[in-house]
């Protein structure tokens, strides 16, 4: 009854956290991404000219990773976890809708009776310009998995940074820290991260 009730506490205290995040982080992109009048009539079809191509500014982007994760609660161990989110705009608001496995042992060739999945929906801040895409993704998610060989399923929070540096404006590579922080199995660590964006637009005379 106790440990209910402490779950019960740590999930509400978990989901006011994130809200109070989110809700901060909007009105700082809002600031983040502060315009001028002409440029908010034609925001959506502003465009920029790199060595003869045609790249939308606004646009949204993909990223995958891998990486190492710690598992923060006994018996504490590392993994090598895989992760892909869709990064999108809406309004004046970029989101994340992603998932993250905290290893893949169909890869890895092992198999293992604790491990986590993190599905998860965060607001992001995010900064590009011409060699560089800086983000912070932060909101509520839904982890589930093995934890010493029994099925969990919890609501939690999740949270993870960009930072990338790109080949091409539409290309690039970089690291992301990350943590899932949920009641069974918290874990926090980095990935190698890869990143493709929707902004290619063709050749200037197309």
């Not at 646009?59 to 999108?88: D, E, H, L, R």
């Not at 994340?96 to 290893?103: A, L």
């Amino acid at each position: 009854m106790a440990n209910k009730i402490h779950h019960s506490i740590f999930l509400s205290r978990t989901f006011a956290f994130s809200i109070c995040l989110i809700i901060v982080l909007i009105i700082f992109s809002q600031n983040s991404f502060s315009q001028t009048a002409t440029e908010k009539r034609d925001e959506n079809q502003r465009e920029r000219t790199i060595n003869g191509d045609r790249f939308k500014v606004v646009n949204n982007y993909v990223n995958i990773g891998i990486g190492i994760v710690q598992k923060f609660t006994s018996p504490s161990k590392f993994s090598f976890p895989v992760a892909a989110a869709y990064n999108f705009r809406v309004k004046k608001i970029y989101l994340q809708t992603g998932f993250m496995r905290s290893e893949m042992p169909v890869i890895w060739g092992t198999y293992t009776d604790n491990f986590i999945n993190d599905l998860h929906l965060g607001i992001c801040n995010r900064r590009e310009n011409k060699k560089l895409n800086i983000s912070y993704i932060a909101g509520p998610s839904l982890a589930f998995g093995l934890r010493n060989n029994v099925r969990f399923s919890h609501l939690g929070f999740y949270a993870e940074a960009h930072i990338i540096r790109k080949l091409f404006y539409d290309v690039g590579i970089g690291f992301c820290p990350f943590f899932s922080y949920n009641v069974k199995y918290p874990i926090g660590g980095i990935r190698l991260e890869f990143f493709f964006s929707s902004s290619y637009q063709g050749k200037i005379n197309q």
